[in-house]
């Protein structure tokens, strides 16, 4: 034995080996070569009839039976990277220069159309994606931490904020969840920590900083159109209580729109160039002196200074500023009408 870790018998050479080991040092065998054929045979089969999304989950396991020094590990996250590319951006074409701007800018602005549809229909979009928000609800670990949220804001807020508070929140990492089965990256579900929100945790990580900008989007995309939906019934019922889950709702998407650590905007802005980021800074230094909101003011700052700073994507990605732009400004109306 080797520490607590259980044992193998390399199908090659017979020796003992630690489970950790994907190759046997001995004789060089892939420890997994039987799962790495049926998933190899897996992501072409899937990608043959269309369905994406589980061909990158099949590549994705194959990536991880595989030693990261190797080539077929290379060749194996090359396929990775052009399925997620195909996934980001399904339309778009393979032309000239001048025509590769202008497919640009039209898949930015269908982007921010895309964001602003879905908060016209919110209520649509939620019913058309019940059996997945119904997922969650399924786990235990999800019920348990949401049910302690409740009490811990019950006692805060009451039960009727407190409820749509914590609704608005697993939407909003439901949509991260939604956007990680695009891109067949698994993930746990939601799970709730009293006071400081909800996460969910990813079993494999992003495979382009494109990839990751649009799983960290997701969560304020579902997330905003929850609040409207709460801004809607609010207004059509004249309800005090609605209107202000909505206005809280939108807070909490803007808050997460904020270019540092691991929050939305922080990944959404690993895939942006400097001149993108310094964009996305004007907007949200007009939103906050034309709103006056102090939280505004601090996002802006905070993306001045990513502006101004190192890792800014070379060629930058336009769709994910678009989506930034178009949640910034709709979420601060929101918040402004749920007064």
């Not at 220069?97 to 898949?107: F, Q």
């Not at 407190?162 to 949509?175: D, F, K, Q, R, W």
Request: one cysteine or more; hydrophobic letters at 55%; aromatic letters at 6%.
């Amino acid at each position: 034995m080797t520490g607590d870790l259980p044992l193998r018998r390399c199908d090659g050479c017979a020796a003992e080996l630690p489970a950790t080991l994907l190759a046997c040092p001995g004789c060089g065998r892939l420890v997994h070569a039987e799962a790495l054929k049926a998933a190899a045979r897996e992501a072409p089969a899937a990608e043959a009839r269309g369905d994406v999304p589980a061909a990158l989950a099949a590549w994705r396991r194959v990536m991880e039976l595989l030693p990261p020094s190797t080539v077929q590990h290379a060749q194996v996250a090359a396929e990775v990277r052009r399925l997620s590319e195909r996934v980001s951006a399904p339309q778009r074409p393979a032309a000239d220069h001048r025509r590769g701007r202008r497919a640009g800018w039209l898949g930015a602005l269908a982007a921010a159309g895309a964001v602003l549809a879905k908060l016209k229909f919110a209520i649509l979009i939620v019913l058309s994606k019940a059996k997945l928000l119904l997922v969650g609800l399924a786990q235990i670990k999800t019920l348990l931490t949401m049910a302690m949220a409740m009490g811990v804001y019950t006692s805060a807020f009451g039960w009727r904020f407190a409820a749509g508070l914590i609704a608005s929140m697993y939407v909003h990492e439901m949509g991260h969840v939604a956007a990680l089965r695009r891109f067949g990256i698994p993930a746990t579900a939601p799970v709730f920590i009293p006071g400081f929100g909800a996460f969910v945790r990813l079993k494999q990580h992003p495979a382009t900083p494109g990839e990751d900008a649009r799983v960290g989007l997701a969560g304020p995309v579902w997330g905003a159109a929850a609040a409207f939906a709460f801004l809607a019934i609010g207004v059509l019922l004249r309800s005090p209580a609605l209107l202000a889950i909505a206005r809280a709702g939108a807070w909490i998407n803007l808050f997460n729109l904020a270019p540092v650590w691991q929050l939305d905007g922080g990944r959404a802005f690993t895939a942006l160039s400097r001149r993108q980021r310094a964009a996305a800074a004007a907007v949200l230094w007009i939103l906050g002196l034309l709103a006056r909101e102090g939280l505004l003011l601090l996002l802006a700052i905070a993306a001045t200074v990513r502006a101004f700073g190192r890792g800014a994507a070379t060629e930058g990605d336009r769709p994910a500023l678009a989506v930034y732009g178009a949640l910034a400004v709709v979420l601060t109306l929101m918040a402004a009408l749920a007064r």
